[in-house]
């Protein structure tokens, strides 16, 4: 089975503070992806990246980046964490690109800023 | 526990009954659907698959029906059990997009 897993659970930050995500995945896959999820908005792509040291913005970019120097692990950073930024963040990865193989999910990172 | 959507359509049924999830996909264009599950605390789990080739594909215990001249997409679950309680949600997508487009989600309640 497929392994991707996010390094902490639950994360509380303060206004102004820098945030690292990580996530790591053990399937040698080559594309991943960090998502939000929140009620009533449901998914949105925040960055994805289809190879080491490669991202590409997904819909919501804006105050987050990314980081990929490895192929199994893809950090999202929060340079400046606001309060608007409390969200369930997730990570998945992939084989192949999207729309022809499915994307598997972390468990997630529930993020509050204060 | 933790909840993925704060008004979602929610489907009850019997523990052995089926279930019967519905789904409309909003581009003509996709080719490539997925249902994921989500429990409660935890990320969405793959479950099943189907390319815009084929109407109906399946798995153990589940069965995915794909309408393409309505836009329609549908899992089924035979035999529902406690487990299966989650939130459900399905995703389009086609080989010339980066993106997934995942719907909101419908919360399944399975009762003894």
């Known amino acids: 089975d497929v392994k991707v897993t996010q390094s902490s659970r639950y994360l509380v930050k303060r206004t102004g503070e820098k945030v690292f995500l990580e996530c790591v995945q053990d399937?040698?896959?080559?594309?991943m992806f960090w998502y939000r999820q929140d009620p009533g908005l449901g998914l949105r792509l925040i960055y994805f990246?289809?190879?080491?040291?490669?991202?590409e913005k997904g819909d919501i970019p804006e105050g987050y980046s990314v980081s990929r120097e490895k192929k199994e692990r893809f950090s999202l950073i929060l340079e400046s964490a606001s309060t608007n930024q409390t969200s369930m963040y997730l990570c998945?990865?992939?084989?192949?690109?999207?729309?022809?193989?499915?994307?598997?999910f972390g468990n997630g990172t529930r993020l509050t800023v204060t | 526990g933790e909840s993925v959507g704060l008004h979602l359509p929610t489907l009850s049924v019997q523990e052995g009954d089926n279930s019967i999830i519905n789904c409309a996909y909003s581009?003509?264009?996709?080719?490539?659907f997925i249902w994921y599950k989500q429990e409660s605390g935890k990320g969405p789990q793959f479950i099943i698959d189907?390319?815009?080739?084929?109407d109906k594909r399946q798995g153990q215990r589940v069965t995915v029906l794909l309408n393409k001249t309505v836009k329609h997409l549908s899992l089924q679950i035979a035999a529902t059990q406690p487990g299966d309680s989650a939130v459900y949600f399905c995703?389009?997508?086609?080989?010339?997009?980066?993106?997934?487009?995942f719907g909101t989600g419908t919360r399944l309640q399975v009762f003894p």
């Open positions: 998945a990865s992939s084989t192949d690109r999207v729309g022809t193989s499915p994307l598997h």
């Open positions: 399937m040698d896959h080559e594309n």
């Open positions: 990246s289809y190879d080491v040291k490669m991202k």
């Open positions: 581009n003509s264009a996709s080719d490539y």
């Open positions: 189907i390319r815009s080739n084929m």
């Open positions: 995703a389009e997508s086609n080989y010339n997009t980066d993106k997934l487009i």
